[in-house]
């Protein structure tokens, strides 16, 4: 058993699965990536965990009881990937890609998994997740309930670091294909399972895409618009689109999008530039625009650098106000975790009140419904995307 503090009892009474490794107050003789039984302070069973010799998150709760053994857990784990394949399988209608397994939200601590059209990705994030019994049975319960054969394993450097695993490569553990093409809101997109960041392409937005579309019109700006996701959707409704990323790799695969899509979408002209020297550039230069995206990166990794990511966040948010024309269209987007809906919406207010602007909230989005959030771990609800209009 591995006991913890009550500070952490109560957490997890109130239904948060982490405990954090300053709560846990005896390790008893748990291994890295262990099953353990979790109890509290007077000794009283909290439940069932995995357990981390090295993360911050020592232990990640897989369920309220006990579980007699190893085998129990596998059993448990595959009907929660056929259950996370059903719920999506109702969920989404106008996309063959998506989020499949999504860690905590889905009772998975640890694992991520997405489908890209015949391709599945899988990341195993902890070091119980990374363990072949477990994975092997993510994995055929997913192939199982997809039917989709081609499964790759995308590996995150730092996290193995962070979780103390062997180095590894990113590769294919089922079939032949770590390439494809998928279709997001009837747009098409190529896709390599071996490259890009995160599993390859940000399915969060899928339904703001559509979103922004919407309400886009004129000439619109993209920034931060990596291979095209914001841009594309744009370029269907609006007269000019500019998508503007730091990445040649990344507008070279946005511009491949571009043309699978003619010539449905119109002509986007793209640049290679930093975000902050551009939107200055255009500023000072008097830029117009009708339609201006904004969608960094996370600006804030931890909470020690959280007033750090909000000036960042306050100084695009200026320039983008600046530069829009009245009655013109912002969309704004945070996927910070660390920066709450209350701190995006403070900072925006900020921005355009030293931008002597009026800003009329028209949508608060988050994450596509694929990416489902726990009330009880707010963690899950990371993603921020606030469209207004300037007045």
Known sequence: MVAVSARAAARLRDGHVW????????????SAGSLVTVKDHRGKPLGAALYSSSSQIALRMVANR?????????????????????????????????????????????????????????????QAMDADDLRSAVVDELVTQTGVANVVERVEPRIRELEALPAKDSGLLRGTKTETAFTLNGLKFAYQALGGQKTGAFLDQRENYAAAARHARGRALDVFCYEG?????????????????????????????QKLNEPAVREIEWLEAN?????????????????????????????RTLETAIRGYKELNLRALKMLKSGGVLVTCSCSHHVS?????????????????????IEKRGAAQDHPMLLSVPETAYLKCVVGTAL
């Open 341 to 361: 809906e209350a701190d995006f919406l403070a900072m925006l207010a900020a921005a355009a009140a030293d931008a002597h602007r009026n800003l009329r909230l």
């Open 66 to 126: 006990p579980l007699a053994s190893r085998a129990e857990w596998l059993t448990l784990l595959r009907q929660r990937v056929a259950a996370a394949v059903a719920y999506r399988k109702e969920l989404v209608k106008d996309s063959d890609a998506y989020r499949v397994l999504f860690s905590e939200a889905d009772l998975l601590p640890g694992v991520i998994a997405d489908r890209y059209n015949d391709v599945l990705t899988l990341q195993a994030l902890t």
């Open 229 to 257: 996701g914001f841009a594309l959707h744009l370029a269907r409704v609006c007269e000019s689109v500019t998508g503007v990323d730091s990445s040649l790799p990344a507008l070279e695969a946005a511009e491949r999008n």
């Open 19 to 30: 405990v954090y490794r300053s709560d846990v107050t005896d390790p008893g003789t748990a």
């Open 275 to 303: 975000a902050f020297d551009l939107l200055k550039d255009y500023s000072t230069a008097g830029e117009q625009f009708d339609t201006i995206v904004l969608d960094p990166p996370a600006f804030a990794r931890s909470k």
